[in-house]
């Protein structure tokens, strides 16, 4: 039912959300779409969810709800923190909220279901055996739900790659959930699955809708959780390999995202365009292809979970370290590893502290300003900040302009220009003009300037809303 629910309701969604021109614009050199496309396919996601489970809860047979009812806690964990996140992430689809009210907000919902009872209190570590985490139970069970929720949010780069992904964790886990006696969870899952395929019929390559932070955050904690419920008992703690092979692909992808962005003193919350997927991309793969790539990986990894979850031992173990090590090897081939000592990362570090610290000041500077011409004179530093050689800043309904150019410059080749819309939708903009050689822009000036205009937004709303 989910299933048919979801082709339903996505094509609905879809059309909604150009009608009130709720869309993800192609405003970044990260985007790999030229078109604007709607990006609450989420919605449809969740509605189709929530509504065959209700249905299975209160109007299927007898037996069907009394498995449901017998077990309230466990279906109040999974879809109660589900529904939280969603909500979180139809606002930030909306409301565009800051990287640190997010991370909040799913901490909340994370230490939420460790006090509901949904925990780890001990893992199994080959060669290791037993360990009790004690104290620790509470920030592992708190790193292992947020760590998800946002993997699964970072890998949301491709059309249909997230919810491939998550499609095919969902489809073990309901297995191994099947196979261990635990139909509430297993049946929960299926009808999470089959709203995620209906949703894929419009988001697979080329994509008409995306599942936005709604989507990728509701299904990154039904698979989070949903792996501690199937695998977390009190008396058969959790082995480590099944849930991190399950989730292996968007939890390397999002590891590697953390190392980089630290490696290059960037803000651990900066988007990027050096994902996995995106270095398949510039290898010279089509994006169809890339996902049906990833997902062929995804899959080999979920099938070595359940070889683990129901086999194990050392012949399991060997295949899945000559996977890793076939997958590592493939990552240095399309140059996503073994580049950052090419690139001068002392350098590059240095020049990112650089940059955060002017976008530091010039926040601080924002806040303090009065009325819209100061505003727009506080915008003088960027040339310097970026190395342009010009900057022009406009709020055409109050009629004002401002061009800055930048101190010196030694370049004097073939302008590059950038336009950056501030508001959504835009009411004023900043255009930067550079003359040193670039013919696309450069990530970390994107990021800064986007941060300052992210200011500009706030202080210009609170002097004229």
Request: aromatic share 6%.
């Amino acid at each position: 039912m989910s299933l048919a629910l979801s082709l339903v309701l996505t094509a609905a969604v879809r059309d909604f959300a150009l009608r009130r021109q709720l869309l993800d614009t192609a405003d970044s050199s990260r985007k790999l779409h030229s078109r604007n496309i709607p990006r609450l396919g989420g919605i449809a996601i969740v509605c189709a969810f929530f509504i065959a489970l209700a249905k299975g809860m209160f109007f299927d047979g007898d037996l069907v709800r009394s498995a449901f009812l017998h077990d309230p806690l466990r279906v109040a964990t999974l879809g109660g923190g589900a529904a939280a996140l969603a909500l979180l992430g139809l606002a930030d689809d909306l409301r565009n909220l800051s990287a640190r009210w997010k991370l909040l907000g799913q901490i909340g919902v994370a230490a939420g279901v460790f006090a509901a009872g949904t925990r780890i209190t001990a893992v199994v570590c080959p060669g290791v055996g037993r360990v009790e985490l004690s104290a620790f139970a509470l920030p592992v069970t708190v790193l292992w739900i947020v760590g998800v929720v946002n993997a699964m949010n970072l890998i949301d780069g491709l059309d249909g790659l997230a919810g491939g992904v998550s499609a095919l964790a969902l489809g073990t886990i309901a297995g191994i959930a099947a196979f261990s006696g635990d139909l509430v969870t297993a049946a929960i899952l299926v009808v999470a699955l089959g709203a995620v395929l209906g949703f894929l019929r419009y988001n697979f390559h080329p994509a008409s809708i995306f599942m936005g932070d709604a989507g990728s955050m509701f299904l990154g904690y039904l698979v989070a959780v949903s792996a501690l419920v199937v695998c977390q008992e009190p008396s058969n703690p959790v082995a480590m390999e099944v849930p991190l092979a399950i989730l292996a692909l968007p939890i390397a992808d999002t590891s590697l995202s953390i190392a980089r962005r630290i490696l290059r003193g960037r803000s651990i919350f900066s988007a990027d365009r050096e994902h996995i997927h995106h270095a398949l991309l510039d290898a010279g793969i089509s994006h169809r292809q890339a996902v049906l790539i990833l997902c062929g990986v995804s899959a080999l990894f979920c099938a070595v979970a359940l070889a683990a979850a129901f086999a194990g031992g050392p012949f399991v173990a060997a295949v899945a370290f000559a996977l890793c090590a076939c997958a590592a090897l493939a990552l240095r081939k399309v140059r996503f590893l073994g580049s950052e000592g090419r690139r001068g990362l002392g350098e590059e570090r240095r020049r990112n502290r650089a940059l955060r610290d002017a976008v530091k000041t010039m926040a601080g500077r924002l806040r303090g300003a009065t009325t819209v011409p100061e505003v727009l004179e506080l915008l003088a530093p960027i040339p310097e900040v970026v190395s342009a050689r010009r900057m022009v800043a406009f709020v055409p309904a109050a009629g004002l302009r401002r061009d800055f150019h930048a101190g010196h410059s030694t370049h004097d080749g073939p302008v590059f220009s950038a336009r950056f819309d501030i508001g959504r939708p835009a009411f004023a903009d900043v255009e930067v003009h550079w003359n040193d050689g670039r013919n696309r822009i450069d990530r970390d000036d994107e990021i800064a300037i986007q941060r300052i205009c992210v200011f500009v937004e706030r202080a210009l709303r609170r002097i004229d809303p």
